[in-house]
């Protein structure tokens, strides 16, 4: 090795296990660049029916929204996100309260959640779930952050779509 150069360890070289593992090694990797993300969650998508299901989460919300689900036609501002194929930034959650009162809004609100980065996952032009990333910080989510959690949710989708077969939906 010559002095001017510097080795590293690939991290991420050889991630073998489930899709679980490598979704939970994922947001560990997100963890490290932005610590203030406290929860991470995907809500799988049934083609059949329509149906959103609460699948993967990592944060205090896990056990609360297990076994969640919703139609997606019941939710508008997501059956908008994946539409337009958008991102959707709350960085104050509590004005929720006055246009969005469901289930799920409270229940995050109650464990102190205030913002949200919300981004529809697809395989080409098939909506797999939507990926939600959420803060107890106010206004944390800036223009920086959502360019990187809107890559890092593109390899989400990747994870996603290699283990298609094995989503239980």
């Known amino acids: 090795m010559k ?3 510097q080795r590293y360890r690939d991290q991420y070289s050889g991630i073998a296990g489930s899709m679980t593992e490598r979704l939970q090694h994922l947001y560990w990797a997100l963890r490290l660049q932005y610590s203030g993300l406290d929860r991470f969650s995907i809500a799988l998508y049934d083609p059949a029916n329509g149906v959103l299901s609460a699948f993967s989460c990592d944060g205090e919300s896990r056990q609360v ?3 969640y689900s919703a139609p997606l036609a019941a939710v508008p501002s997501l059956q908008e996100l994946v539409d337009e ?3 959707r930034v ?5 004005n929720f309260r006055s246009v969005d009162s469901s289930e799920h809004t409270e229940q995050l609100l109650g464990q102190g959640y205030r913002a949200s980065f919300t981004m529809p996952l697809f395989e080409n032009e098939q909506l797999m779930g939507v990926l939600f ?3 107890h910080q106010i206004d944390y989510f800036d223009d920086t952050m959502v360019v990187y959690c809107s890559l890092w949710g593109h390899l989400v989708e990747q994870v996603l779509a290699r283990f298609r077969e094995d989503i239980p939906i």
């Open 3 to 5: 002095l001017s150069e």
């Open 65 to 67: 929204l297990a076994g």
């Open 85 to 87: 194929r958008g991102i």
């Open 90 to 94: 709350v960085n104050d959650m509590r």
């Open 133 to 135: 990333l959420n803060s």
